[in-house]
Nanobody
């Protein structure tokens, strides 16, 4: 069992920055790929960014490349999403996700989800 708790969401103006953090607890968290997904009102949940359990492979959605940075700290069992140059279309609930021994790239492969944190970007 892995528990994921997100923090750091909020309201920001377009062009601003936010940092999301996810604290993971449970056994063998280091064996999980960790990622972030988001879901805007009326839309399906979509992939944002992920890092494999080894930390060697990082992947981003095209819509956030060059603006968002994901990182993980296995010693602290955390995964962080730095979001810069935010746009109104980034407004969504952001979910932390864990995929055992996987890439955390596809929602149907996710084993555990956090409760979500709201990010709102005003124009």
């Amino acid at each position: 069992q892995v528990q994921l708790v997100e923090s750091g969401g909020g309201l920001v103006q377009a062009g601003g920055s936010l940092r999301l953090s996810c604290a993971a607890s449970g056994r063998t968290v280091s064996m999980y790929g960790l990622g972030w997904f988001r879901q805007a009102p009326g839309k399906e949940r979509e992939f944002v960014a992920a890092v494999t359990f080894s930390g060697r492979n990082i992947d981003y959605a095209d819509s956030v490349k060059g603006r968002f940075t994901i990182s993980r700290d296995n010693a602290k069992n955390t995964v962080t999403l730095e979001m810069n140059n935010l746009k109104p279309e980034d407004t969504a609930v952001y979910y932390c996700a864990a995929d055992r021994l996987g890439t955390a790239r596809k929602s149907y492969e996710i084993d555990y989800w956090g409760q979500g944190t709201q990010v709102t970007v005003s124009s």
